[in-house]
């Protein structure tokens, strides 16, 4: 069974700094493309960035420039760098894992292997 535990959420100012992390285990990590969503308040779930199984990572617009997707396989860890934040970066942040989308597929899904809890990031300008 396949989980995720997301961490590194809080609260910044704008032009500020945040670094999340998702834990995996349950599955055989490296077979597996990982992203990041978001939901922020009164929106629907938006991916912001993914990487692909063999390191290919893709990025929402949005975030281009500012985030940065990576990952260790060998601590089973996906991580998410988000530099100049700005207050409509405030949401509760998601990492997910699926076996089979990849790129701007793996972006534009609701419907994956794997979710974890969220966490939440709070940007006040």
């Known amino acids: 069974q396949l989980q995720l535990v997301e961490s590194g959420g809080g609260s910044v100012q704008a032009g500020g700094s945040l670094r999340l992390s998702c834990a995996a285990s349950?599955?055989?990590?490296?077979?597996?493309?990982m992203g990041w969503f978001r939901q922020a308040p009164g929106k629907e779930r938006e991916g912001v960035a993914v990487i692909d199984s063999d390191g290919s990572t893709t990025y929402a617009d949005s975030v281009k420039g500012r985030f940065t997707i990576s990952q260790d396989n060998a601590k089973n860890t996906l991580y998410l760098q988000m530099n100049s934040l700005k207050p409509e970066d405030t949401a509760l942040y998601y990492c997910?894992?699926?076996?089979?989308?990849?790129?701007?597929?793996?972006?534009?899904?609701?419907?994956?292997?794997?979710w974890g809890q969220g966490t939440l990031v709070t940007v006040s300008s």
């Open positions: 349950g599955y055989t990590y490296s077979r597996y493309s």
């Open positions: 997910a894992a699926d076996a089979l989308l990849r790129g701007y597929l793996l972006l534009g899904s609701d419907t994956l292997d794997a």
